[in-house]
């Protein structure tokens, strides 16, 4: 499995690689190295009123996000990253210092589409289209495997949904106490 994903890393270095992807993509990676971006929109809509029960549902999935993937799973596996293995890659980025399976930029960027879109914002689209690209970035960057992606983004959308509905229940619960 690891020879087919070193395969795509360097097909990626190869067909991919240009000026602009190499300034664009390590900028987009960094807005969430610690999940920045995702919290400040959580942050952004919490203080919208009307949009406060979408910023609630990412805010929850991000924690859930951020015990799953970065306290249990990135320990847990223990995963070498990619640059590691192939040294000859040049790092556009800070060479990450933890574990790589989960991608926590992929997790943390589906956690908050997938809270966003269970919870009935209409901002799931364009959040989509920015975790596509940070999932992307990631391996562009040379940092993460393939199914290090891919298992971010299904955790991602895991918790992200879980958060959604954990919020919905608190609401329904503090509409009944009413």
């Known amino acids: 499995m690891e020879g087919l994903e070193l395969a795509i890393l360097n097909w990626i270095q190869v067909h991919l690689r240009c000026g602009f992807l190499d300034a664009v993509l390590p900028a987009i990676s960094r807005t969430a190295d610690h999940?920045?971006?995702?919290?400040?929109?959580?942050?952004?809509?919490?203080?919208v009123r009307g949009q406060r029960k979408y910023g609630a549902a990412v805010a929850c999935g991000l924690v859930l996000d951020l015990v799953s993937c970065n306290m249990l799973l990135k320990p847990l596996?223990?995963?070498?990253?990619?640059?590691?293995?192939?040294?000859a890659v040049e790092l556009l980025t800070k060479a990450p210092l933890d574990a790589s399976f989960p991608s926590g930029?992929?997790?943390a960027s589906f956690a908050a589409v997938f809270a966003l879109k269970?919870?009935?914002s209409p901002l799931w689209k364009p959040a989509l289209a920015v975790a596509v690209v940070m999932a992307f970035s990631r391996l562009y960057l040379y940092v993460h495997w393939p199914s290090d992606v891919l298992a971010g983004a299904l955790l991602g959308a895991a918790v992200g949904w879980v958060g959604a509905?954990?919020?919905?229940?608190?609401?329904e619960k503090r509409k009944a106490g009413r």
């Open 105 to 107: 930029h992929t997790a």
């Open 165 to 171: 509905k954990i919020v919905e229940k608190a609401l």
């Open 118 to 120: 269970t919870a009935g």
């Open 35 to 47: 999940g920045e971006l995702w919290i400040f929109l959580a942050f952004i809509l919490l203080l």
């Open 77 to 87: 596996v223990g995963r070498i990253r990619p640059f590691a293995v192939n040294t």
